[in-house]
């Protein structure tokens, strides 16, 4: 498999319709050598990018990148000019999807940290280039073969407006799209997050009087008491903290998938935790009762960026305990004061016991985009066909001979319409080991 590939001269001029005069050139890399090879420019970037955070790190997207192996790719753009620097990186993750109403593989193309449900996505970029390079990255993805691609939980907004507006002016039809939960009634691009106060006591002077009583009432019946207390997830220990926080997650909320999927998210949760803690940015605390754990939480520790992630908690579902995550939270919000953090950050949704504890909404974006063919060059990419191959020994396995035989003629037309695709011009950047 080729390490990457770039979009060449009809590809530039492309780029420069979209409302920049400079030309950028855009790379295509999908192998783990040239990949690794983006680490420093990666970190420069990083650096000099005020509008992103802890899920567009290197660490973060390297680890998601080498654990999806033939899913992620980054395209990576560079200025005008020969030999000038990357501008601009965009990981991108592909899958082939079954429809089961139109019976169908379809192609699906998403921000690249979604498989490993990255809280949020988007765009590393120099501020300097933003106009350029944004439409250069639009016009990269509309080269590439899909049916539906989607960038959920992009934070500026205004990237994502201009990835819109740079799209081609025929064959695609973009938007901004909503993202409800809960039958409607939370808003998951919603994302409270508290501007963290100089001491504990000053966050809860800020809370409402009956909230700020309920946090000093219960914290004196069940933390003061010795009823409960909280333990941290550390070296020696970590491992342990991750499988019990799993485990109640599961507990808590398995029921509610099916077993597959149920397994696959804990996985990825596992990889997502451990990561954190081989990046020292693991904030896992228990509250226990004696030696029965009632509410765990997985937070993330952007050091950097001084910014604190709540991303999963699991409870116990046997126990009443009333206020546990309240208390939990408020822990970690003391913790996070006393290390000089300036930001707890609830995640996405705005279920009130996250507003009645400061937090203040932000809005994630998403963009959803589908292209306006049907012909299989266009819409389904090759370059990965797991999942298809998967799919049919699904149907095989369930004994529905029927299906199987359509979806192995859809991949046959598949692979042989790939062999007809027309579009931008690509050439090989050779990697000795490819």
């Not at 020696?236 to 799993?246: K, P």
């Not at 520790?301 to 001084?306: G, N, V």
Request: proline share 3%; aromatic share 10%.
């Amino acid at each position: 498999m080729a390490a990457s590939v770039a979009l060449h001269e009809d590809f530039h001029s492309r780029s420069a319709e979209s409302g920049d005069a400079a030309a950028y050139s855009v790379e295509l890399i999908d192998s783990k050598d040239p990949f690794l090879s983006l680490k420093r420019s990666w970190e420069s970037l990083y650096a000099g990018d005020p509008e992103t955070g802890f899920f567009m790190s290197w660490g973060w997207i390297s680890s998601v990148f080498l654990r999806f192996p033939g899913r992620l790719r980054i395209l990576a753009v560079r200025g005008s000019g020969r030999g000038s620097d990357y501008v601009a990186f965009f990981p991108v993750a592909s899958r082939i999807r079954w429809s089961a109403s139109k019976q169908e593989f379809q192609g699906v193309l998403e921000a690249g940290g979604r498989p490993g449900l990255s809280e949020q996505t988007g765009f590393l970029c120099d501020p300097a280039h933003e106009q350029g390079a944004i439409a250069a990255t639009a016009a990269a993805v509309c080269a590439l073969p899909w049916t539906r691609f989607s960038m959920r939980y992009e934070p500026t907004g205004r990237r994502s407006e201009i990835f819109l507006d740079s799209l081609p002016e025929t064959g695609f039809r973009g938007q901004f799209g909503e993202w409800l939960i809960n039958d409607g009634t939370v808003d998951n691009l919603a994302n409270p997050q508290v501007k963290l106060a100089a001491s504990f006591d000053d966050y809860l002077a800020g809370l409402s009087s009956s909230t700020r009583q309920k946090v000093r009432r219960f914290t004196r019946r069940h933390m003061e008491s010795g009823l409960w207390h909280v333990s941290q997830a550390s070296g020696s220990n970590a491992e342990r903290h991750i499988e019990i926080l799993l485990e109640l997650w599961n507990k808590q909320w398995g029921a509610q998938r099916r077993s597959s999927q149920a397994r696959k998210t804990v996985s990825i949760y596992r990889h997502m935790l451990r990561t954190a803690h081989q990046m020292g940015a693991l904030h896992l605390p228990i509250l226990w009762q004696d030696d029965t754990p009632l509410v765990a939480h997985g937070c993330i520790r952007d050091l950097d960026r001084s910014h604190v992630y709540f991303v999963l908690s699991g409870r116990n579902m046997q126990l009443e305990h009333h206020n546990s995550g309240m208390l939990l939270h408020c822990d970690s919000i003391r913790r996070a004061i006393d290390e000089g953090m300036s930001i707890y950050d609830f995640g996405h949704g705005d279920e009130s016991y996250k507003l009645s504890l400061g937090g203040i909404c932000q809005r994630l974006h998403y963009v959803t985009i589908n292209r306006l063919s049907d012909d299989l060059a266009q819409t389904v990419d090759t370059f990965n066909m797991t999942d298809p191959a998967r799919k049919i020994r699904h149907f095989i396995d369930k004994q529905d001979l029927q299906l199987a035989r359509r979806a192995c003629n859809q991949m046959l037309e598949i692979l042989e319409a790939s062999q007809t695709r027309t579009g931008p011009a690509l050439a090989t950047i050779n990697d000795p080991e490819a």
